[in-house]
């Protein structure tokens, strides 16, 4: 597993794959925030390729590291038309993700299909949300959608896939991830435990 392909999951998952711009209420993102993580980041990915512990080993990376993260680094790994991503945290395993994506770059590449498309009256950038229950066990990561909205209005989840499947599209997987997907977790990640305000990353 690439250092590279573990930032790209772990944003991914904290995300929860969609996300608004930061709230005014949340603090300033810091440079010290994002390279916090960024080390974590590198000592999970140590702690993955070194020899089993006796013991788990655990290791907490908190909401603000996450958003600051975002806010230096997230351009290298978001896809084209996805910008000012964001999480929330919620704990018991609920993470809410947010941020503005661009409606008409995925209706011009990806042509609806009928009149009663959603995606034909979504017009230029407008902030999506999502909240959903992060399930992680035995390695694996499994994400239970809540609900989702485009500018403050609900959506169902078949609209949310379609964004998910048209950004994490891939030379083999043409169609992208499935919400439903179970998704393998690197660097022996068993667990993936979600607090209000932090993750803890259990290997």
């Known amino acids: 597993m690439s250092f590279k392909r573990l930032h790209l999951l772990v944003g991914l998952w904290l995300l929860a794959a969609v996300a ?3 709230r005014a209420a949340d603090p300033p993102a ?46 290298d790994y978001l896809p084209a038309g ?22 008409d770059q995925i209706r011009e590449d990806r042509k609806p299909t009928s009149l009663l498309d ?11 949300t999502a909240t959903g229950v992060l399930r992680t066990s035995d390695g694996v ?5 809540e609900s989702a909205e485009v500018s403050g209005v609900p959506i169902p989840k078949l609209l949310l896939q ?9 030379p083999t997987r043409p169609s992208g991830f499935s919400l439903d997907d179970p998704v393998a977790l690197p660097a022996r990640i068993r667990e993936i435990q979600l607090q ?7 290997q």
Do not use: C, H, W
């Open 82 to 103: 996805v910008v000012s991503p964001g999480v929330t945290i919620l704990g018991t395993g609920r993470v809410s993700g947010r941020a503005i994506v661009d409606f």
């Open 30 to 75: 810091s440079r010290r925030d994002a390279d916090l993580l960024k080390q974590k980041i590198a000592l999970i990915a140590e702690q993955g390729g070194a020899a089993p512990a006796e013991r788990r080993l655990r290791t907490t990376v908190t909401e603000q590291e996450v958003n600051a993260y975002l806010v230096y680094e997230g351009q």
């Open 141 to 145: 990561a499994t994400f239970q959608f």
């Open 20 to 22: 608004l711009p930061v």
């Open 162 to 170: 379609q964004m998910v499947g048209y950004y994490s599209r891939s």
């Open 196 to 202: 209000r305000g932090q993750a803890i990353v259990i």
């Open 118 to 128: 959603p995606m034909r009256y979504l017009r230029g950038r407008l902030p999506v």
